[in-house]
């Protein structure tokens, strides 16, 4: 499994912006379809965004539609999630995850309730947005 990074959070203002990034070491980085996850204090972790390999198809969570945008560049092994217009709910600890199981985003989508089971996890990034 691939070893995953996070970086790129910070304190902001609500209607900021911040772009995580996650970088990828280990294995194959285009074997994966990458997931950015979010977990608030006392709240379930989610799935806000995912992206196949080759970038053709993506999910955002309602929540984030139209306002993050999750894209990858292979040539730096590194995925982002560019976060526009941010509130204060969607302050919480960002992580990415991959799993050499999950070939679509549609696989990735079915793991929102079991991504405990996912192979490959960065250490989280904290996003914290103030009103």
């Known amino acids: 499994q691939v070893q995953l990074v996070e970086s790129g959070g910070g304190w902001v203002q609500a209607g900021d912006s911040l772009r995580l990034s996650c970088t990828a070491s280990g294995d194959a980085f285009d074997n994966y379809v990458m997931g950015w996850f979010r977990q608030a204090p006392g709240k379930e972790r989610e799935l806000v965004a995912a992206?196949?390999?080759?970038?053709?198809?993506?999910y955002y969570s309602d929540s984030v539609k139209g306002r993050f945008t999750i894209s990858r560049d292979s040539a730096k092994n590194t995925v982002y999630l560019q976060m526009d217009s941010l509130k204060p709910e969607d302050s919480g600890i960002y992580y990415c995850?991959?799993?050499?199981?999950?070939?679509?985003?549609?696989?990735?989508?079915?793991?929102?309730?079991?991504?405990?089971?996912?192979?490959?996890w960065g250490q989280g990034t904290q996003v914290t947005v103030s009103s």
């Open positions: 992206i196949s390999w080759n970038s053709a198809s993506t």
């Open positions: 995850a991959a799993d050499l199981g999950i070939t679509t985003v549609e696989a990735m989508c079915i793991m929102i309730k079991a991504w405990a089971h996912l192979g490959s």
